[in-house]
T-cell receptor
Framework: DARVTQTPRHKVTEMGQEVTMRCQPILGHNTVFWYRQTMMQGLELLAYFRNRAPLDDSGMPKDRFSAEMPDATLATLKIQPSEPRDSAVYFC????????????FGPGTRLTVT | GENVEQHPSTLSVQEGDSAVIKCTYSDSASNYFPWYKQELGKRPQLIMDIRSNVGEKKDQRIAVTLNKTAKHFSLHITETQPEDSAVYFCAASILTGFQKLVFGTGTRLLVSP
Protein backbone atom coordinates (compact mmCIF):
# COMPACT_ATOMS: atom_id res chain seq x y z
CA ASP A 1 0.00 0.00 0.00
CA ALA A 2 1.97 3.00 -1.30
CA ARG A 3 1.86 6.08 0.91
CA VAL A 4 3.24 9.57 1.03
CA THR A 5 5.93 9.89 3.71
CA GLN A 6 7.01 13.00 5.58
CA THR A 7 9.87 13.80 7.93
CA PRO A 8 10.18 14.86 10.66
CA ARG A 9 6.82 13.97 12.19
CA HIS A 10 7.30 16.49 14.99
CA LYS A 11 9.55 19.53 15.26
CA VAL A 12 9.95 21.94 18.12
CA THR A 13 12.18 24.91 17.47
CA GLU A 14 12.86 28.38 18.72
CA MET A 15 11.79 31.49 16.93
CA GLY A 16 14.33 32.57 14.33
CA GLN A 17 15.59 29.08 13.57
CA GLU A 18 15.44 27.45 10.14
CA VAL A 19 13.03 24.58 9.66
CA THR A 20 13.13 22.10 6.79
CA MET A 21 10.33 19.61 6.17
CA ARG A 22 10.63 16.76 3.69
CA CYS A 23 8.14 14.79 1.67
CA GLN A 24 8.42 11.68 -0.47
CA PRO A 25 5.47 11.42 -2.86
CA ILE A 26 3.97 8.14 -3.98
CA LEU A 27 6.07 6.60 -6.74
CA GLY A 28 4.68 7.55 -10.12
CA HIS A 29 2.78 10.59 -8.89
CA ASN A 30 3.70 13.76 -10.78
CA THR A 31 2.15 16.39 -8.51
CA VAL A 32 3.00 17.48 -4.99
CA PHE A 33 1.00 19.84 -2.81
CA TRP A 34 2.00 21.47 0.47
CA TYR A 35 -0.82 22.33 2.88
CA ARG A 36 -0.85 23.97 6.28
CA GLN A 37 -3.53 23.03 8.80
CA THR A 38 -4.47 25.16 11.76
CA MET A 39 -7.59 25.22 13.87
CA MET A 40 -8.47 28.68 12.61
CA GLN A 41 -7.70 28.34 8.89
CA GLY A 42 -8.42 24.71 8.11
CA LEU A 43 -6.42 23.31 5.18
CA GLU A 44 -4.56 26.04 3.30
CA LEU A 45 -2.72 25.32 0.07
CA LEU A 46 0.80 26.74 0.28
CA ALA A 47 2.49 25.48 -2.89
CA TYR A 48 2.02 23.08 -5.77
CA PHE A 49 4.48 21.28 -8.03
CA ARG A 50 3.85 19.38 -11.22
CA ASN A 51 6.62 17.32 -12.78
CA ARG A 52 8.93 18.99 -10.22
CA ALA A 53 8.17 22.49 -11.54
CA PRO A 54 6.58 24.97 -9.14
CA LEU A 55 3.20 26.04 -10.52
CA ASP A 56 1.70 27.99 -7.68
CA ASP A 57 3.07 29.25 -4.41
CA SER A 58 0.65 32.11 -3.93
CA GLY A 59 -0.43 30.75 -0.55
CA MET A 60 3.04 30.96 0.87
CA PRO A 61 4.58 33.90 2.74
CA LYS A 62 7.34 34.65 0.25
CA ASP A 63 9.71 36.37 2.60
CA ARG A 64 10.25 33.35 4.84
CA PHE A 65 8.91 30.25 3.10
CA SER A 66 10.42 28.41 0.18
CA ALA A 67 9.51 25.13 -1.52
CA GLU A 68 11.59 23.02 -3.84
CA MET A 69 11.53 19.65 -5.52
CA PRO A 70 15.13 18.66 -6.18
CA ASP A 71 14.09 15.32 -7.65
CA ALA A 72 10.97 13.27 -8.30
CA THR A 73 11.21 11.51 -4.93
CA LEU A 74 11.77 14.51 -2.68
CA ALA A 75 9.94 17.76 -2.00
CA THR A 76 11.05 20.22 0.67
CA LEU A 77 9.41 23.10 2.48
CA LYS A 78 11.69 25.48 4.30
CA ILE A 79 10.92 28.26 6.76
CA GLN A 80 13.63 30.78 7.56
CA PRO A 81 13.36 32.45 9.99
CA SER A 82 10.55 30.65 11.78
CA GLU A 83 8.00 32.51 13.89
CA PRO A 84 5.48 31.35 16.53
CA ARG A 85 2.60 31.98 14.10
CA ASP A 86 4.08 29.27 11.85
CA SER A 87 3.11 26.64 14.42
CA ALA A 88 0.77 24.24 12.61
CA VAL A 89 0.64 20.82 10.98
CA TYR A 90 2.16 20.82 7.51
CA PHE A 91 0.86 18.17 5.13
CA CYS A 92 2.28 17.05 1.85
CA UNK A 93 -0.04 15.38 -0.67
CA UNK A 94 0.67 13.79 -4.02
CA UNK A 95 -1.38 12.92 -7.07
CA UNK A 96 -1.29 12.33 -10.79
CA UNK A 97 -2.42 15.46 -12.59
CA UNK A 98 -3.72 14.69 -16.03
CA UNK A 99 -4.99 11.32 -14.84
CA UNK A 100 -7.17 12.31 -11.89
CA UNK A 101 -7.71 14.95 -9.26
CA UNK A 102 -7.17 12.51 -6.39
CA UNK A 103 -4.72 13.64 -3.74
CA UNK A 104 -3.19 11.40 -1.09
CA PHE A 105 -1.89 12.96 2.08
CA GLY A 106 1.22 12.22 4.08
CA PRO A 107 1.14 11.93 7.90
CA GLY A 108 2.12 15.55 8.39
CA THR A 109 4.81 17.42 10.29
CA ARG A 110 3.63 19.03 13.50
CA LEU A 111 5.69 22.20 13.92
CA THR A 112 5.87 24.13 17.15
CA VAL A 113 7.80 27.38 17.20
CA THR A 114 8.44 28.80 20.66
CA GLY B 1 -12.16 32.73 -6.45
CA GLU B 2 -13.71 29.35 -5.70
CA ASN B 3 -15.34 29.05 -2.31
CA VAL B 4 -16.56 25.87 -0.60
CA GLU B 5 -18.90 26.17 2.34
CA GLN B 6 -19.47 23.22 4.64
CA HIS B 7 -22.21 22.65 7.22
CA PRO B 8 -22.58 21.86 10.01
CA SER B 9 -19.28 22.57 11.72
CA THR B 10 -20.08 20.01 14.43
CA LEU B 11 -22.51 17.11 14.43
CA SER B 12 -23.34 14.82 17.32
CA VAL B 13 -25.36 11.65 16.74
CA GLN B 14 -26.17 8.46 18.58
CA GLU B 15 -24.70 5.21 17.36
CA GLY B 16 -26.93 3.76 14.67
CA ASP B 17 -28.29 7.13 13.55
CA SER B 18 -27.58 8.67 10.16
CA ALA B 19 -25.32 11.68 9.62
CA VAL B 20 -25.46 14.13 6.74
CA ILE B 21 -22.86 16.76 5.90
CA LYS B 22 -23.50 19.33 3.19
CA CYS B 23 -21.24 21.47 1.05
CA THR B 24 -21.85 24.16 -1.52
CA TYR B 25 -19.43 25.46 -4.12
CA SER B 26 -19.30 28.54 -6.29
CA ASP B 27 -17.38 27.59 -9.47
CA SER B 28 -19.73 26.01 -12.01
CA ALA B 29 -16.69 24.51 -13.77
CA SER B 30 -15.87 22.32 -10.75
CA ASN B 31 -16.16 18.66 -11.75
CA TYR B 32 -14.57 16.61 -8.97
CA PHE B 33 -15.78 16.48 -5.37
CA PRO B 34 -13.86 14.35 -2.85
CA TRP B 35 -14.58 13.69 0.80
CA TYR B 36 -11.80 13.19 3.34
CA LYS B 37 -11.94 11.75 6.83
CA GLN B 38 -9.37 12.91 9.37
CA GLU B 39 -9.07 11.16 12.70
CA LEU B 40 -7.40 12.96 15.57
CA GLY B 41 -3.69 13.34 14.93
CA LYS B 42 -3.86 11.50 11.60
CA ARG B 43 -3.70 12.41 7.95
CA PRO B 44 -6.80 13.27 5.90
CA GLN B 45 -7.86 10.10 4.08
CA LEU B 46 -9.90 10.03 0.90
CA ILE B 47 -13.07 8.08 1.65
CA MET B 48 -15.16 8.73 -1.46
CA ASP B 49 -15.36 11.07 -4.40
CA ILE B 50 -17.91 11.95 -7.02
CA ARG B 51 -17.54 13.45 -10.46
CA SER B 52 -19.83 15.80 -12.30
CA ASN B 53 -21.30 13.14 -14.55
CA VAL B 54 -22.63 11.15 -11.58
CA GLY B 55 -25.49 12.14 -9.27
CA GLU B 56 -24.97 9.60 -6.51
CA LYS B 57 -22.37 7.10 -5.43
CA LYS B 58 -22.67 4.56 -2.64
CA ASP B 59 -20.38 2.11 -0.86
CA GLN B 60 -21.81 0.21 2.07
CA ARG B 61 -22.73 2.79 4.74
CA ILE B 62 -21.37 5.81 2.89
CA ALA B 63 -23.06 7.67 0.05
CA VAL B 64 -22.30 10.94 -1.67
CA THR B 65 -24.71 12.95 -3.78
CA LEU B 66 -24.18 15.81 -6.18
CA ASN B 67 -26.60 18.42 -7.45
CA LYS B 68 -24.78 20.44 -10.12
CA THR B 69 -27.71 22.73 -10.76
CA ALA B 70 -27.81 23.83 -7.17
CA LYS B 71 -24.03 23.52 -6.76
CA HIS B 72 -24.15 21.40 -3.68
CA PHE B 73 -23.00 17.95 -2.67
CA SER B 74 -23.47 15.86 0.45
CA LEU B 75 -22.00 13.02 2.44
CA HIS B 76 -24.39 10.55 4.02
CA ILE B 77 -23.31 8.01 6.64
CA THR B 78 -25.90 5.47 7.74
CA GLU B 79 -25.82 3.23 10.82
CA THR B 80 -23.09 5.35 12.35
CA GLN B 81 -20.51 3.72 14.60
CA PRO B 82 -18.16 5.26 17.19
CA GLU B 83 -15.23 4.72 14.79
CA ASP B 84 -16.92 7.12 12.36
CA SER B 85 -16.06 9.92 14.81
CA ALA B 86 -13.63 12.23 13.01
CA VAL B 87 -13.43 15.50 11.12
CA TYR B 88 -14.78 15.26 7.58
CA PHE B 89 -13.68 17.65 4.83
CA CYS B 90 -15.33 18.21 1.49
CA ALA B 91 -13.48 19.72 -1.45
CA ALA B 92 -14.16 20.89 -4.98
CA SER B 93 -11.80 20.98 -7.93
CA ILE B 94 -10.94 24.16 -9.74
CA LEU B 95 -8.99 24.61 -12.92
CA THR B 96 -7.08 27.86 -13.11
CA GLY B 97 -4.26 26.89 -15.41
CA PHE B 98 -3.69 23.85 -13.23
CA GLN B 99 -5.80 21.47 -11.19
CA LYS B 100 -6.22 22.00 -7.49
CA LEU B 101 -8.74 21.40 -4.71
CA VAL B 102 -10.44 23.94 -2.50
CA PHE B 103 -11.42 22.49 0.88
CA GLY B 104 -14.36 23.17 3.11
CA THR B 105 -13.77 24.12 6.72
CA GLY B 106 -14.55 20.65 8.09
CA THR B 107 -17.28 18.98 10.14
CA ARG B 108 -16.47 17.39 13.46
CA LEU B 109 -18.66 14.28 13.76
CA LEU B 110 -19.09 12.68 17.17
CA VAL B 111 -20.87 9.34 17.39
CA SER B 112 -21.87 8.43 20.92
CA PRO B 113 -22.34 4.77 21.90
Amino acid sequence: DARVTQTPRHKVTEMGQEVTMRCQPILGHNTVFWYRQTMMQGLELLAYFRNRAPLDDSGMPKDRFSAEMPDATLATLKIQPSEPRDSAVYFCASGRTGVSYEQYFGPGTRLTVT
Amino acid sequence: GENVEQHPSTLSVQEGDSAVIKCTYSDSASNYFPWYKQELGKRPQLIMDIRSNVGEKKDQRIAVTLNKTAKHFSLHITETQPEDSAVYFCAASILTGFQKLVFGTGTRLLVSP
